[in-house]
């Protein structure tokens, strides 16, 4: 399913709240990466509404921390059902 995605780079996923495993948490700051935690240290971080990794450059966005990014991102919008995998209709690419 994620072949025929093609990701608009619109930035909205980057909205979402994103929890983090403890792995996920250490292999970022094993990166050399720091406050990047919100208060519940659980989840990433957001300014502006948005992810504090989102970097916004003309209007594309992208990801400062793509070689470590949670697998929730990495994934993002394909979702696994119990049977099958769909898209998340969040992502506004997949609207269409």
């Known amino acids: 399913m994620k072949k ?3 990701c608009k780079r619109c930035g909205y996923c980057c909205s979402l709240n994103v929890k983090l495993s403890p ?3 250490k292999e970022i700051s094993n990166a ?3 406050d990047f935690l919100d208060k519940k240290e659980k989840y990433l971080k ?3 509404g948005r992810c504090v ?3 916004l450059d003309k209007g594309i966005t992208s990801c400062t921390i793509n070689n470590f ?3 929730i991102c990495k994934t993002f919008p394909i979702q696994k059902g119990f049977i ?3 898209k998340d209709i969040r992502c506004r690419a997949c609207r269409y």
């Open 23 to 25: 792995g996920e948490i």
């Open 84 to 86: 099958w995998e769909y």
């Open 69 to 71: 990014k949670p697998s």
């Open 46 to 48: 957001k300014i502006n």
């Open 32 to 34: 050399g990466y720091k």
């Open 53 to 55: 990794f989102l970097k």
């Open 4 to 6: 025929d995605f093609k």
